[in-house]
């Protein structure tokens, strides 16, 4: 692994500099996956992956150009690239580690969580195709595929979440995906995995779950048959608040038409995004331990508090999927939403009087964050549209964070006084 000058005194690597060790075999645990899944080797023998932030890449000489053009046709495996816009390979490990916590045979990296989302779903559908939604998704996904789609030609029906006979009684002839969140921002409902796969092999359709808020710690769709899985790496994968970036893993062959698409359309993340990225998941086993232990005691101190309405945590008996949690999950994460006795007057006195959680909207960092969605993510629609999506003025989501639990339910205590 030694450095070369190519004759145009560029400086370059030889072709093996950075070829990524294999994928890191599936028994090992998640843990050492997060940690050492998709390591470059590098000429540096840095431990820490090589920020390689290039726009373009070399070659040595004419013969070179050809002998990689035509492994590219023949759809063989690539040690290199050609142009930023097609691959990094800082990016390739970040998507090798994703790939192996996910159990997929591929991941690719988007630039957020909505990228990958549009991008997946262009590059999937056509004019004339029908795709399912669940209802109580991520709001921007909702709006992309009922309101951006339907533009491009492509319809979209919106089911409730789990209701065996409105997704089988959705279904037609032209139904190519079904797309679905678990669990759901900001309610927490958990999607019964072995319903939905079981209705979309029935009718050999794709499926598509965004599992942002669970992390493959907690659940990993592809080993309940999900074809293809998202996520906002901003959240939880990635977990210090300090990037945006998205993901989508599953089967190459699936992956192989995204990935052209990318590059067509651009839609790319860069190299210290990926670094920070795979930073952050070394310690992803840990960080969700952390949040599932704090959310878990957070959700219990609000459901027997007085001044609290309502807690949905999927872990409480009183949660509508209690159930299928305890068959599906291995834990429910860090976000704990509740309702207070009182209006969106209270619940803003509730917010300011809290020291420890920032108000911010997103979730899954470090740092603890509140937010009233009636007043931010939905603020535009009026009170009955909110109302319809389960958005109650008096509703608060809380993002646990890895602080101390006592420091925070302590916190709470003294600002739940102000509801
Ligand atoms: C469940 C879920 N999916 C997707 C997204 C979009 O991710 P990003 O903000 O990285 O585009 C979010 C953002 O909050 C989310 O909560």
């Excluded at 709001?139 to 595929?145: D, E, G, M, N």
């Excluded at 309940?224 to 959240?235: C, E, F, I, P, Q």
């Amino acid at each position: 692994m030694t450095k070369t000058h190519s004759p145009n005194h560029a400086l370059t690597f030889q072709e093996d500099t950075f070829l990524s060790i294999p994928p890191t075999p599936t028994q090992l645990g998640d843990s050492t996956q997060a940690v050492h899944s998709g390591r470059l080797e590098n000429p540096y023998h840095s431990i820490a992956e090589p920020l390689v932030s290039t726009a373009t890449y070399t070659f040595e000489d004419t013969r070179a150009v050809s002998d990689y053009m035509r492994h590219k046709l023949w759809g063989e495996p690539l040690e290199r690239s050609e142009y930023g816009r097609y691959g990094n390979p800082t990016i390739t490990a970040a998507e090798t580690r994703l790939a192996a916590l996910e159990g997929a045979e591929e991941a690719v990296m988007f630039a957020c969580g909505m990228q990958a989302i549009s991008t997946l779903l262009l590059s999937l559908l056509s004019a004339g195709d029908h795709l399912i939604i669940t209802d109580n998704l991520y709001r921007k996904t909702r709006q992309f595929c009922t309101s951006t789609l339907p533009r491009y030609g492509i319809e979209c029906s919106v089911v409730p979440l789990n209701d065996r006979l409105a997704l089988s009684a959705a279904i037609r002839p032209n139904t190519r995906l079904l797309f679905s969140e678990s669990p759901t921002n900001p309610h927490n409902r958990l999607l019964d995995l072995e319903q939905f796969v079981e209705i979309a092999h029935r009718h050999h359709i794709l499926t598509v779950v965004d599992s942002t808020f669970a992390t493959p710690f907690n659940l990993r769709p592809i080993e309940w048959g999900v074809d293809l899985v998202v996520h906002s790496a901003t959240k939880y994968l990635a977990g210090h608040n300090d990037l945006l970036a998205g993901v989508v893993a599953g089967k190459r062959e699936l992956l192989a038409g995204l990935r052209e698409f990318q590059g067509i359309v651009g839609a790319i993340s860069d190299a210290y995004t990926a670094s920070l990225l795979i930073r952050g998941l070394k310690t992803l086993g840990l960080r969700v331990q952390r949040h599932n232990e704090n959310a878990q005691r957070i959700a219990e101190y609000l459901a027997a508090h007085p001044a609290v309405e309502r807690v949905w945590y999927p872990s409480l008996p009183t949660h509508p999927d209690y159930a299928i949690g305890l068959r599906q999950y291995k834990g429910f994460g860090g976000v704990v939403s509740f309702t207070v006795k009182g209006d969106g007057e209270s619940v803003a006195r509730v917010l300011d009087a809290l020291q420890i959680p920032l108000l911010a909207v997103s979730l899954g960092g470090t740092e603890s964050l509140v937010s009233q969605p009636a007043v931010i993510s939905y603020y535009e629609l009026s009170r009955k549209e909110r109302q319809a999506l389960g958005i109650e003025d008096n509703l608060i989501r809380y993002s646990v964070g890895i602080e101390d639990a006592e420091d925070l339910i302590a916190d709470l205590e003294q600002a739940l006084r102000w509801v």
